[in-house]
């Protein structure tokens, strides 16, 4: 495929088309088979304004497996920030040091300003409740390496107002022509503008407050965005809304796989860990050659 990625940004899925997605989702599969060291020399900056632990270490990890090194805040308490920086000239500066931006933030925008004040490519690790476009990716490489195929029967499960994995998962399976089932306690569903979208998109779309997990071949479960509820008793109706035990399970099909981005808090029970069809913990080792793939493609390292 002629897809130049050299020096892109990577902000939104939507900035992929559907060949240029399978296209970084095969780099991904050679990255797991050995990779040269692409990224010697090369430095890659890691700017965390809001909490990580997979998405922080599988990125430091990718760079490093590829020979690189990343230097990094993963609290922005520490940084000029807390004088009065602004964003721009805090990108301008990390910009000036190294040869990769990854940024997660909790304002929405965030990352395409950073983009925009930034000459070296920016990956959006999270912008609020707006988009996650390498955890989509990771979640795409699983679901394929699971189905062999992308147009599957999907139910996304969760907190679908606030959820940004979600917001990026649903544009991209789209795309794949998947059948997508929406579920969500009453007050936490998908955007109107985001399920409009996806009908736009030629999307078979059906939307509820109750799972019917019957037909589905991946569920994917989010936990509830505490952090992003303006007031907390909005927060106090949901909690615990839904949890997913093996009881659950009773009329699932047999290739059911259970996906969900982690951190999970208490939706889905640990009793499901053991079942086959748990894939959360694979969800988090595709983590790593699919940003590997990532990093190698924006710097031009494969192409
Ligand atoms: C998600 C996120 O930060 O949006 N975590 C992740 O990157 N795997 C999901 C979440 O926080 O619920």
Known sequence: MDADFRGRDIISIRD??????EFILDKALEMRQGH??????????????????????????????????VVGFSDSQLTSITKGESLSDTIKTVEAYTD?????????????????????????????????????LLDLFTIRKEFGRLDVKVTLMGDLKYGRT?????????MFDAEIDLVS?????????????????????SVSNRLDISKAQVLYVTRIQKERFPDPEEYAKVRGAYKLTLDSLKDARSDLIILHPLPRVQEIASE?????????????ANGVPVRMAVLALVTGAIE
């Open 16 to 21: 992929f088309n559907r060949g240029e997605i």
């Open 36 to 69: 040269a060291p692409l990224l010697a020399g090369r430095i890659l900056g890691l700017l965390f304004f809001e909490p990580s632990t997979r998405t922080r270490l599988s990125f430091e990890v990718a760079m490093k497996r590829l020979g690189g090194d």
């Open 100 to 136: 990769i931006i990854v940024i997660r933030h909790s304002r929405e925008g965030a990352a395409r300003l950073a983009a925009e004040a930034s000459k070296k490519p920016v990956i959006n690790a999270g912008d609020g409740p707006n988009q996650h476009p390498t955890q989509t």
């Open 166 to 174: 979600v917001h990026s998962l649903a544009y991209a399976l789209a």
């Open 185 to 205: 306690p009453p007050g936490l569903e998908m955007p109107e503008e985001v399920i409009t979208d996806l009908k736009a998109m030629g999307a078979e779309v």
């Open 272 to 284: 499901i860990d053991a079942t086959k069809h748990a894939k959360y913990f694979d969800q988090v």
